[in-house]
C-alpha cells in the first residue's frame, strides 16, 4: 500500500463513508486538532516518563484515534463492529478515577501555576493547550458531535494539567507560582 493517494491534490479530503470536504472544513480542522494532540503525547512517550504515565498515556493516544473517527463521522456510519472507534462514559470515568489517584500524591493547589518543569511536564502543559483548542473546535461543529467525545476532551485537558503537575512532582521540581 502506497502511503500517497493522490486523492488530496485539489484540497479535498474524505470522511468515513467516503463524502469528500474540503480540507479548510471546520471537522478537518477538529480532527487535526486532535491528530496533533495525540503527537505531542507521543512527544511526552519518548522522554523516560514513569510507568504508569505511559501506561495512561498510551490508552488516551488509543482514544484519541476514536475521538477522531467519530469526528470523521458527522454521519454516524461507523458500525457496532467498529467498537474500537467509540468513546463512552466509562473512558471519560476512567479519566477521571485517573486524576482522583494522582490528586492524592499531589500537594493542594491553592494558586495558579506557569508552566513548565520536566521536558514531560512541560510538553504535557502544551499538549493540554492543544487539547483545549480541539475542544474549541468540537463544540463550534455542525451537526454536534456526541456529548460524550465533549466531556472526553474537556476532562482530557484537566487530566494534562495533573499528569504534568505528576511528572514534574515525580522530577522533583517544585512549581513556578504565577
Known amino acids: 500500500m502506497k502511503i500517497y493517494t493522490r486523492t488530496g491534490d485539489t484540497g479535498q479530503t474524505s470522511l468515513f463513508g467516503k463524502d469528500r470536504i474540503s480540507k479548510g472544513d471546520p471537522r478537518v480542522d477538529a480532527y487535526g486538532e486532535v491528530d496533533e494532540l495525540n503527537?505531542?503525547?507521543g512527544y511526552v512517550r519518548s522522554f523516560t516518563v514513569d510507568p504508569?504515565?505511559?501506561?495512561?498515556l498510551l490508552q488516551i493516544q488509543r482514544d484519541?484515534?476514536?475521538v477522531g473517527a467519530q469526528l470523521a463521522d458527522p454521519a454516524e456510519r461507523l458500525s457496532d463492529r467498529h467498537t474500537k472507534a467509540f468513546i463512552a462514559a466509562a473512558d471519560v470515568t476512567r479519566l477521571e478515577s485517573l486524576m482522583d489517584h494522582l490528586d492524592t500524591e499531589l500537594p493542594p493547589l491553592n494558586f495558579f501555576i506557569l508552566s513548565g518543569g520536566s521536558p514531560p511536564g512541560a510538553a504535557l502543559h502544551v499538549a493540554r493547550t492543544v487539547c483545549r483548542r480541539a475542544e474549541r473546535q468540537m463544540v463550534a461543529l455542525a451537526p454536534a458531535v456526541d456529548a460524550v467525545l465533549l466531556q472526553y476532551i474537556n476532562r482530557?485537558?484537566?487530566l494534562l494539567f495533573v499528569l504534568a503537575?505528576?511528572?514534574?512532582?515525580?522530577?522533583?521540581l517544585p512549581e513556578t507560582r504565577w
Do not use: K
Request: charged share 25%.
Open 39 to 41: 503527537a505531542w503525547l
Open 52 to 56: 504508569d504515565i505511559d501506561a495512561a
Open 64 to 66: 484519541l484515534f476514536a
Open 156 to 158: 482530557l485537558s484537566d
Open 165 to 172: 503537575r505528576a511528572a514534574n512532582h515525580r522530577a522533583g
